[in-house]
Structures are given as C-alpha cells and as structure tokens.
C-alpha cells in the first residue's frame, strides 16, 4: 500500500496548544465580571482559596491567590450569590479554563440557601429545634446504629474510633449519602431503627449516628430536605449528626438531639475512653478506701479519748462491793436476831390461847340463840292462819263493794259485740250485729235492730243532776278498776284474792273456769286445785302476813287514788285503751 501524502498542516505540541489557547483567551477575556452563586468553597493550607461560580447551567472555577484573599471585602461562603471581578486564564495541566478573582462582592443570597433558610423558618415554627425536645445520650451504650454509606472511609473511622476507645456492638444501615434518594433513605434508616423491638433477633440501639463525609452543598444537599429532618425528629432513640465538616451545617444538625463536627467526633462523643474509665474507678475505689481508713483511726482516736475520761470498772465497782461486804457480815446476825424474836412471840401467843377462851364464846353465843327462837315463837303465835284469813276476807269484802258488778247491779248492762270487745257508743252497732249483754245475773245474746232515737222527757231527767253524777262517777271508777290496779276485773272476788295469797304463800294454784246455760242464763265456775303439799304452818304464817301487807297497801293506795278522782271537777275524758276494755255501761 501506497504511504499518504504529506499534509501541509502546521503541527504542534501539547504545550504549544495550551499555551496558544491561554494566550487567545487571555487577550479576548482580560478583565471581566462575572455574577454567580458559590458552590463547592476550599482553603487549603496554602492559603488560597479555590471555589466554584455557577447559575442553573454552568460552573467556573475560580481561584483567589493568598495575596488578594485577604484583601477582600466578604468572606466567600458556600451558597453566597456574589459578583467577582477577574481574569480569565486556563490551567495547562489539567487543560481546562478558570477564573482568577481579584475582587469580590455579595450580590444576594443564592437560590439553595434561600430554599434552605425557608425550611428552616418552617420547621423552627413546627418546634422541632426547641431545645426541649432534645434527648439526653445514654452514658454507655451497649448498641450504637449507624446511618451511613457501608463503603466510604466514614463508617472505618467510626469502627476504628469505637473500638479504640470502648468496643461495643455496632449496626451499620447502608444507605446512599448523596443523589436523588438520599433523603429517603436516611430517613428510612432511622425510622428502620427504631422500629426494632427490644429483645428481638437483631438488638435495638441504644444510639443512632447519622454521618457522611464533607462536600458541597449539592452533595450534602439531601441531609437538608425535610424528610431526614422529620424523621430525625420523631425518633424515639437518641440521635447524633455527624454529616461534612465543622463548618458544614445541614438541616438535620438542628434537629438532632447532638450535632458533632465530624464522625470521628460522634464516636468520641458516643463512647467514653475504657481506659480512663477504669482509672476513674481505681482513683475512686482508692478515695474510698483511703477515705474510710481515716474514719476509721478518727472513730478510734475518738474511742480511746472517750475511754480515758471514763472511770475504771473496779472504782466503780468498789462501793458496791464494800457495801456486800458489809451486809454480807450483818446478815448471819440479823437472822440470830430476827429467829429468837419469833421465837418469843410464838411464846407469848401460845400462853395466851386457853380452851377456856373458845369455851366462853360458845355458851355466850348458844344463849343469844335460844333468846331468839324465844321471840320468834312468840311471833309466830301471835300470828295465827285463821287471823290472817280473817283480814283477807275483809279486804275482799272491800273489793267486792268497789267492783264494777255493783255497777251492773244497780241496773245497767255491759255491751260487747261477738268477739267480746266493749261498745261505747249506738253508732258503732249496726243493724242485725249480735250483741253480747251482761247484766248483774248473767249474759244473754242480742241482735240490734234499727229504731228511733230514744230522748227523756223533762220528768225522766234528774233535776238535780246527782243521778248523771253518781253514774259518771261509777261508771269511771269502774272502767279504772277494771282496767288497772288490784281492782281490776282479774281480782274482783274472794276466791280470786285467796288463790293469788294461795300462789304467794308457795301452794300453787291452778284455776278453771266452766261456763253452761241453765234457763238461757249462762253461768260460770271455778275450780281450783293445789298440786303441790302445804308448807309448815310457820312458813305459812310468814309468807300469808307479807302477801296480806302488800295486799293492804295496794288497797289503801287504789282507794286514795279514787278519792282524788272523784274530788276532781267533771271533765271530759279521753278514749283510751282502758276504757275500750271496760266497755259501756247502760
């Protein structure tokens, strides 16, 4: 094959280009201004300051030599929209065009801190910056968890930290630090976490971290949206951020309950240093022991001081014992001399008891005995059986004559319906109700009919007024005797009086009633039976002379009490219980 022909063209170096299209752009661009918002800003050791101009398509690199860094007016900081005037000029080495600045003025806030300085306002209205919320960090952690990308030189320097200053259990949740999903994911991490259960497969942190290396504000870019930053907030396990550099500050450090400068930082501030704190424990296990040591000689200094102002035992026993001694040697003669005093008491009394002393009191008190039983014969004769019954049936004489009977025996008549309850007045009865009417010699039935009322003339009424009297006058103190005291309808016979001394005197009486009709008239009678034998005469003497002594008083009293009735000025009495039993009298 045929060689190609020679080209006419011109060649060139690589340096030879380079420095052509410096030299171009140098003399076209030699003083210019240029307005952009600053993005990724470095200072290096040297001095200089390397940054990045850039609007919504493009990006310079400019450069500020030493020199001229410190004359200018504003510190240059990532996301300051500024206006930086300069030259354009290339780098031959790396074969791309840059801008050395001069000069440089703030033209406004960039278009990412304004968006990041409005979340900001927002979420700081929410309350998720107050300090309130913050949580405090747990002094030593058994399991930290690690929110972080698992192949960076981040998550190596947490390990290496960790287990340089106290090596425990850590979790790493890999996720990415910088693109469109980074937020997402950050906050699905934490959310991960805490929602572990206690005690599970996987054990639960104890601490979360949350850390990247350094970059620019688009690389930290999603450590500043909203999603991180909620999730940051509602995480119930406390939370270090630990993302860029110290001077990069993102919307999750606000949030989190500590921010560390960087994540070899948050290890730090994680975990104490093992070693220091084994030295702390000795340093304190010495403080104590030392501590109690001196307590101890102080308490025992204390105890010998105490001691020597104290007496000896044997001074202060020494009194007591010679008061021993003492009564020990007074004792055998006290018991000498208290034996022959007894001794010559028991003599004495021994003289002075004779059988003749006991002798005379006995003959003495035989002769008040007889004495006695003398005057109580006499007594008992004095009082004979036939005497006492004497008195009683006088007494019931005396109740006979103030029985309501007496009542019935002047003419009037005791009504009482079918069960026996009395009937005091007409319209209680009605027409065609049996009756039941007691007249002094008897009972007999009656049925009511409906008549006229009956009203006396003028010459059937007592003029003087003594018949209403005297029937007023009967008619109460027969209710009152038969409803109450010893007049009462229970005791208005003599035999009833003999059979209730019968039961005083200790003979027990029983007593029956037989009813039966003779003629139409009804009758009644009693009989009576002792079960028991008669006591003694003399037994029966004493128990008939107290019964006739309660019965006397009882009678005195019934007939005073109706006496001071009876002087009573007439006056309307009350229906009550006693008269319902006594009944009306017609």
């Given amino acids: 094959m045929a060689d190609a022909s020679p080209s006419n063209a011109t060649e060139f170096t690589v340096s030879e280009i380079s420095y052509a299209v410096k030299s171009s752009i140098e003399d076209q661009f030699g003083y210019v201004r240029v307005r952009g918002e600053l993005g990724r800003v470095s200072r290096p050791a040297s001095g200089h300051i390397y940054l990045d101009l850039k609007d919504e398509k493009s990006v310079l690199s400019g450069i500020i030599w030493r020199g001229a860094a410190s004359k200018l007016a504003v510190k240059p900081e990532q996301g300051l929209e500024v206006i930086a005037t300069g030259k354009l000029t290339t780098f031959p080495g790396q074969s791309k065009y840059q801008m050395v600045i001069d000069r440089m003025e703030p033209a406004g806030a960039g278009a990412l801190m304004a968006l990041l300085e409005e979340r900001k306002k927002k979420l700081a209205a929410e309350g998720l910056f107050e300090q309130d919320r913050k949580k405090p960090l747990p002094f030593l952690p058994r399991v930290i968890g690690v929110v972080t990308s698992p192949t960076g030189a981040v998550i190596r320097d947490i390990l290496h930290r960790v287990q340089d200053r106290f090596p425990v259990h850590v979790l790493v949740w890999p996720v990415r630090v910088q693109g469109e999903n980074c937020a997402d994911e950050v906050a699905n991490g934490v959310r991960g976490f805490n929602a572990l259960p206690e005690g599970g497969a996987i054990p639960r942190p104890d601490l979360i971290i949350v850390a990247r290396g350094g970059g620019s504000l688009e690389d930290l870019w999603g450590f500043n949206e909203e999603a991180p930053a909620r999730a940051v907030s509602e995480s119930v396990i406390p939370v270090i951020s630990a993302v860029g550099h110290e001077t990069d500050v993102t919307l999750i450090d606000y949030v989190a309950d500590l921010r560390a400068p960087t994540p070899t930082g948050a290890a730090e501030i ?78 004495m009394a021994n003289g002075r008891l004779r059988p003749a002393l006991v002798s005379d009191r006995i003959v003495i008190q035989k002769e008040k005995l007889a004495d006695r039983r003398e005057r109580l014969q006499r007594s008992i004769a004095l009082l004979t059986l036939p005497q006492k019954r004497k008195q009683l049936e006088a007494s019931a004489r005396l109740l006979e004559s103030l029985s309501h009977k007496g009542v019935l025996a002047r003419g009037f008549a005791l009504v009482r319906d079918r069960n026996g309850r009395p009937m005091r007045r007409a319209e209680q009865i009605g027409a065609g109700q049996s009756l039941c009417l007691e007249f002094a010699d008897g009972s007999i039935n009656a049925t009511s009919a409906l008549i006229d009322s009956f009203e006396p003339g003028p010459s059937e009424k007592d003029p003087s007024g003594s018949g209403d009297q005297i029937l007023k006058s009967a008619t109460k103190s027969d209710v009152e005797t038969e409803a109450t005291g010893i007049m009462s309808a229970a005791a208005i016979s003599a035999s009833d009086i003999e059979a209730n001394l019968r039961s005083m005197t200790g003979k027990p009486v029983r007593r029956r009633v037989v009813r039966s009709k003779q003629d139409g008239k009804e009758t009644e009678t009693s009989v009576e039976s002792v079960d028991a034998p008669a006591p003694t005469e003399e037994i029966s003497a004493q128990r008939l002379e107290q019964a006739t002594e309660k019965l006397t008083k009882a009678i005195e009293k019934e007939i005073l009490e109706r006496i001071k009735e009876q002087s009573k000025p007439a006056r309307t009495r009350k229906k009550s219980d006693d008269d319902e039993a006594q009944g009306t009298l017609f």
């Fill in 270 to 347: 994680a975990l104490p240093i093992r070693s220091e704190l084994l030295s702390t424990l000795g340093d304190l296990h010495l403080r104590q022991y030392g501590a109690v040591s001196r307590m101890m000689d102080r308490r025992r200094v204390d105890l010998r001081s105490a001691a020597r102002a104290l007496p000896q035992p044997r001074d202060i026993l020494a009194l007591a014992r010679q008061r021993f001694d003492m009564a020990s040697g007074r004792l055998g003669l006290s018991l000498t001399t208290a034996t022959q005093s007894r001794r010559s008491q028991l003599t």
